[in-house]
């Protein structure tokens, strides 16, 4: 096993550098060659998605797609050896956030300010300006039989948390 194992893989190494060395333009061609996944234009192929570019969470709904890399046709997380070890914590806590804010606040663009959706480049795809959004106390997440509570520095004893809103600037 040692020997099949180690002598063989080394000895190919040395030879395949040797000739290498004997053909310097093979040497540039290997040099110049390094790999990369674009998951993001593959994830926008019109030929795999219909109407890659439209937002429709839902046509993963019921899909035998998923994310958690045996499909090569969406690939947020990577595949294989070197995907992503953080996709159950991440995918656990995308969830529980975005459904907690989703269910707790309406949301809207504060303003006159427009959401430009362009992106910067790098690594991780950040948003290239942030948004301005005001988020109010969604009516649902009230709970049925509880008093509002009154808003405690304005003074203003009419005043509920049913009121509240924040505005925020939300960078990524
Ligand atoms: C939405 C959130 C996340 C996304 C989209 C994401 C995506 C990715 C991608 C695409 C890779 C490269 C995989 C490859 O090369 O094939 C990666 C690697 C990695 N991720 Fe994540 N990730 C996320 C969250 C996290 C979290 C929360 C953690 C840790 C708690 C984490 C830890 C790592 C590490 C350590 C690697 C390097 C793995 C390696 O090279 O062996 N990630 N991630």
């Known amino acids: 096993m040692f020997g ?31 790999l990369w996944i674009n998951a993001w234009a593959i994830a926008r192929d019109p030929s795999i998605w219909e109407e890659p570019e439209v937002f429709r969470p839902e046509r993963f709904l019921n899909s035998p797609m998923d994310y958690i890399g045996s ?50 480049d790098g690594m991780t795809a950040h948003k290239k300006y942030p948004i301005l959004v005001k988020a109010t106390l969604s009516p649902i997440s009230y709970l049925p039989d509880s008093e509002p509570i009154q808003q405690e520095s304005s003074g203003d004893n009419t005043t509920s948390w049913h009121n509240y809103s924040w505005k925020t600037t939300l960078t990524a």
Not at 8 to 30: D, F, Q
Not at 98 to 120: I, Q, V
Request: aromatic letters at 10%; one cysteine or more; charged letters at 20%.
């Open 4 to 34: 099949a194992g180690t002598d063989t893989a080394s000895t190919s190494l040395v030879w395949a550098i040797g000739e290498l060395l004997r053909n310097p333009l093979v040497m540039k061609e290997l040099q110049q060659e390094a």
């Open 71 to 120: 499909h090569f046709e969406f690939l947020p997380f990577g595949a294989s050896r070197r995907g992503c070890p953080g996709i159950k914590f991440a995918a656990t806590i995308n969830e529980l956030v975005l459904a907690n804010l989703a269910y707790k606040f309406e949301f809207a663009l504060e303003g006159e300010h427009s959401l430009d959706m362009s992106d910067t």
